[in-house]
């Protein structure tokens, strides 16, 4: 493998200075590389075929899986950049562009509740099982103490820790450590080269997160027990999901279409949505809610005066502010999140359902949708968030004999949306006519590209070892697609 690595770090030495005269030794470098690699892959997968399983599957899982691995990047002036140091720079740069500047005004916010949050209990017990509880990895955290460790001294540490989170949560006094991210950029979608196509994910302290677990407990109960958040919001909440809002989605869709009646929605793409949260205005928010002085106090703290470092491959950024948002990877979060879009369809008169940032309005007037469309432009210009209109689509859905090409068209900030005949809808590919040709279509070729990798792995492995992988890779894959098909538009009608 040292000579795979040192062969591949040759070959990129190569790439960025590429002259014609140089095309030769790239290109035999190229080949000399890639040889080598597939003599190796059919030595490992050797190896697992007759091995550990735990080992197989992994190898397999890494095999489907893209690597999280950082590839070249492009600069601003199109130029490659091999070196990880500059690649963290260039990440650095490219999320600490998105941050928002509060403009200083303060929307109207009326009292959500007349209920006031009580204080957290900090108990040593309940501390102790919760160490216990933690994976045990070594993780990456800015104060360098992984949660095995953690967990191994839970007894020894619990006392301590009670007595340190209650006298932060007293004084709202975090260390500083607790407020500095190790970031690591996730692909999203688009171009691998784009560094803008990538969202930060922060690894937080471990200490840290254990006290942002209680006071998210906490934060939750209150919410749920005043229910103070909308029942259109499905992420990031226990009993509700993907599933749970695609239910709800198709059935309101199948309920026209018997009716027929043609759905009109509108998928809404919000611009860095989690970085873009003004800290201000979140507070104010806070504060309607029925949150207690302790706790605004500390969540202030808590979301003030952060610091980030982007680590790509191992090499680490300079450390910047962090001027907004909430952080992408803490326990809170995602809550404090939610709790800032909780408003957002206050005033709308059509359907509307969010996933955390994603938003869909639906309707069978499409006059409807487009007033709530200019009631979103004035929430984001109140609450200063930004919508993407060139990301964001639309779609009719109706039945085959009733498509036309007179579909109504919706625009954002002066923009018209782009109208689609198929849509990703949290993994899946739904047709304007309620078919799931497409989704069953891609699924399958999933399916093939796992099926490939086994059997590029199994060649000599039993057949033991292969009904073993069908059961528990493609063999559910079939049976979901099974039950998707039977559940389509034109067996609902029948059984209507």
């Known amino acids: 493998m040292n000579e795979i690595t040192y062969c591949c770090k040759k070959e990129l030495t190569l790439y960025p200075e590429l002259m014609p005269t140089q095309y030769s030794n790239f290109k035999n470098k190229n080949l000399d590389c890639g040889a080598k690699k597939s003599e190796e892959t059919k030595t490992v997968e050797k190896h697992l075929s007759n091995g550990n399983a735990r080992d197989f599957f992994k190898y397999i899982n890494s095999r489907y899986k893209n690597s999280s691995d950082i590839g070249v990047l492009k600069d601003s002036s199109n130029s490659p950049v091999n070196d990880d140091s500059r690649k963290a720079s260039l990440f650095s740069e490219c999320f600490s562009a998105v941050f928002t500047t509060d403009d200083g005004n303060e929307p109207s916010f009326p009292l959500r509740t007349n209920a006031l949050m009580d204080a957290p209990i900090f108990d040593p017990c309940t501390m102790e099982l919760m160490l216990s509880k933690l994976s045990p990895k070594v993780n990456t955290t800015p104060e360098n103490l992984p949660a095995i460790f953690l967990k191994k001294t839970c007894t020894a540490i619990s006392i301590p820790l009670s007595i340190i989170f209650s006298e932060s949560y007293r004084t709202a006094c975090i260390p500083h450590s607790w407020k500095t991210a190790i970031v690591r950029p996730l692909h999203k979608k688009g171009a691998k080269t784009d560094p803008s196509n990538y969202r930060p994910i922060s690894l937080t302290s471990s200490v840290g997160k ?32 993907t599933e749970s809002q695609l239910l709800s989605y198709q059935a309101s869709l199948l309920n026209n279409f018997v009716s027929k009646a043609t759905t009109h929605s509108v998928y809404i793409d919000f611009k860095k949505a989690f970085d873009t949260v003004s800290t201000k205005k979140l507070l104010q928010k806070l504060t309607s809610y029925g949150i207690s002085s302790e706790m605004h106090n500390w969540l202030c703290s808590f979301l003030t005066d952060r610091t980030q470092q982007i680590n790509v491959n191992g090499k680490l950024s300079e450390e910047a502010k962090v001027l907004s948002g909430v952080p992408q990877g803490s326990v809170l979060g995602p809550l404090l999140f939610l709790i800032f879009v909780n408003d957002i369809g206050d005033s709308f008169a059509s359907n509307f359902l969010l996933y955390a940032d994603d938003l869909k309005l639906f309707s069978t007037n499409a006059d409807d949708i487009e007033n709530d469309l200019e009631k979103l432009e004035a929430w984001c210009d109140s609450w200063q968030m930004s ?25 954002i900030n002066d923009e018209i949306l782009p109208t689609v005949d198929k849509i990703r809808d949290l993994g899946v590919i739904l047709g304007s006519g309620l078919s799931f040709s497409e989704h069953l279509a891609t699924t399958l070729r999933k399916a093939h590209q796992r099926v490939n990798i086994f059997f590029n792995v199994l060649r000599r492995s039993t057949i033991d070892v292969f009904v073993k992988c069908f059961i528990i890779y493609v063999r559910p894959i079939l049976e979901y697609d099974v039950i998707v098909n039977l559940i389509s538009p034109t067996s609902l009608t029948l059984i209507v």
């Open 210 to 241: 254990l006290m942002e677990k209680i006071l998210h407990k906490h934060l939750i109960s209150f919410f749920n027990d005043n229910s103070l958040l909308t029942n259109c919001q499905f992420g990031f909440r226990s009993n509700r999901g």
């Open 387 to 411: 919508v993407a209109p060139s990301k964001c689509e639309a779609i009719s859905f109706c039945h085959r004999k009733r498509l036309t090409n007179t579909n109504p068209t919706f625009s």
